[in-house]
Each structure stands twice: as structure tokens, then as C-alpha cells.
């Protein structure tokens, strides 16, 4: 009754243009320490779900831009800002389709791998998913 999964992008201005876009990070692309990446975490529930936490890993080498928790707009809950994931608290969950998004920034040389996303309903825990497995990020 429910799907979840993340995507990264990275911000680059295309040749000849003066306005970034977003270009999605593929699996085996290097970052550089300062890259400003955009995570999509792209929710699909079948229903309203009532009380849901969704979990959101990040790599070691990603920090958010808003390292302060508190209420989030849209889907009226609360984000919860760790070292190493940031919580989302959902008091009603909407059915169809839903995206959170965040803005990262790499901040160290490395390879890095993370657990992954994952939803659920606290009220029914039958309820839940789980992204499938991420590659490693490498930075330079």
C-alpha cells in the first residue's frame, strides 16, 4: 500500500545559459565537496495513513542546508533534523502521490554509502516501504 524512493540532483549551469537546472546525479558520477544537491524523496500511498514516519538517510557526506527541525508546510508535520538522516512526522498522510524535498551539501573527499529510505504508518505498521539499494557516492 505504499512506495517510496529517492533521487538526488546536482545544480549546473548548461553552456551558453545563465540559469542553473537541475540534472539528476547517476550512480558512479563524482561530486565535488560544495556541490549543492537537491534530494527528492518521492512518496506513493494508497490511502489517507494516519501517523507516518518516514525515515531518511543520507550519506556522510551530505549536510543539509536547514539543519533546523520543526513544522513542515504541505504535509502539516514535523521534520526532525539528525546527524546522519532527517525524521519526517506526518500526522495524516496523503493518498496518490506526495514529494519531500531537501536541499544537501557535500562537504567531504570520499566514498560514501548510506541505509535506505524508508515509510511507514505507525498506526498500522503493515503499512510501510522501503527504497530499493543506493551505489556508493564518490566525492573528489
Keep these: 500500500g505504499m512506495k517510496i524512493s529517492v533521487r538526488y540532483f546536482r545544480e549546473q549551469i548548461p553552456a551558453g545559459s545563465d540559469r542553473p537546472v537541475r540534472v539528476e546525479v547517476k550512480e558512479g558520477e563524482k561530486l565535488n565537496v560544495g556541490d549543492r544537491i537537491y534530494a527528492e524523496y518521492d512518496i506513493w500511498s494508497l490511502e489517507?495513513?494516519?501517523?507516518?514516519?518516514?525515515?531518511?538517510?543520507r550519506h556522510a557526506c551530505f549536510r543539509p542546508a536547514d539543519q533546523l527541525s520543526g513544522?513542515?508546510?504541505?504535509?502539516?508535520?514535523?521534520?526532525?533534523?539528525?546527524?546522519?538522516?532527517?525524521?519526517?512526522?506526518?500526522?495524516?498522510?496523503?493518498?496518490?502521490n506526495s514529494k519531500i524535498e531537501e536541499t544537501l551539501f557535500v562537504?567531504?573527499?570520499?566514498?560514501?554509502s548510506a541505509p535506505v529510505a524508508e515509510i511507514e504508518s505507525l498506526y498500522a505498521p503493515h503499512y510501510r516501504a522501503n527504497d530499493g539499494s543506493?551505489?556508493?557516492?564518490?566525492?573528489?
Design 107 to 112: 562537504t567531504q573527499e570520499g566514498v560514501f
Design 71 to 96: 513544522f513542515i508546510y504541505g504535509l502539516y508535520g514535523y521534520r526532525e533534523v539528525k546527524a546522519d538522516r532527517t525524521l519526517y512526522w506526518i500526522d495524516v498522510f496523503p493518498e496518490e
Design 48 to 57: 489517507n495513513r494516519s501517523y507516518v514516519q518516514a525515515v531518511m538517510p
Design 134 to 140: 543506493r551505489g556508493p557516492v564518490a566525492v573528489e
